[in-house]
């Protein structure tokens, strides 16, 4: 199912994270501002959580656990450039895990032919006249595997974390079973991430 994130109006006047955005921009000058908080929000340990409850502030929990999804990442991104004074917009993206070009553990691998189809969530926001593609997505440890991590010069395009699928399929049909198979992926490609920064920082 697409999920249509709304802006996280939430947070607005809401001093946890009006002094999260002061820490990561005091003293920077407005480009710098940028990067730090790309940078911040980039390095949050990428993790799918699909126990954490939609009614509750996923965003705060992210930042409080240290790990957290596109979703979450990009929502506290869009709302912390708007406050730097910068328009911002979603950007979703279709497509499939096992599109990736990932080196994916064998134990992954096994489900790609149940599992579904995804959407994935990262920014633009407008720059010097025009809209530019944010995405910071992966966590610099799971560069050594492959994941597309992203550096941002703070004027600049980056790549999106996931490449997109040729053509949308139904993303609104998910069976049953195959929720079952979304379910094992999420817990074992969590896992295999954890992994790869525990061998990265030995």
């Known amino acids: 199912m697409i999920v249509r994130y709304k802006k996280p109006y939430i947070m607005s006047g809401n001093t946890f994270y009006s ?15 940028l990067i730090s908080v790309f940078t911040h929000i980039r390095d949050i340990p990428y993790a799918i959580v699909p126990d954490w409850n939609e009614s509750e502030d996923i965003i705060r929990r992210m930042i409080t656990e240290n790990k957290g999804w596109c979703g979450p990442k990009h929502q506290l991104l869009s709302w912390m450039l708007e406050q730097l004074g910068f328009m911002t917009r979603y950007r979703y993206i279709p497509f499939r895990w096992q599109d990736q070009p990932i ?6 691998t ?11 969530l990262c920014l633009e926001v407008f720059l010097t006249g025009e809209w530019k593609l944010i995405d910071a997505t992966w966590d610099p440890l799971l560069k050594r595997a ?3 991590v992203n550096t941002w010069d703070g004027v600049s395009d980056t790549i ?24 094992t992926f999420v817990r074992r490609f969590n896992a ?3 992994s790869i920064r525990e061998e ?3």
């Open 146 to 148: 492959g994941f597309p």
């Open 192 to 194: 295999w991430l954890e």
């Open 103 to 108: 080196d994916y553990p064998e134990s992954i």
């Open 160 to 183: 999106p974390a996931v490449c997109k699928i040729t053509h949308e399929p139904n993303l609104t049909q998910i069976s049953h079973d195959n929720q079952e198979v979304r379910i």
């Open 110 to 120: 096994i489900l790609f032919p149940e599992l579904p189809s995804s959407v994935h």
């Open 19 to 33: 002094s999260l955005l002061q820490e990561w921009t005091k003293g920077l000058l407005k480009k710098e501002s």
């Open 200 to 202: 990265e920082k030995v």
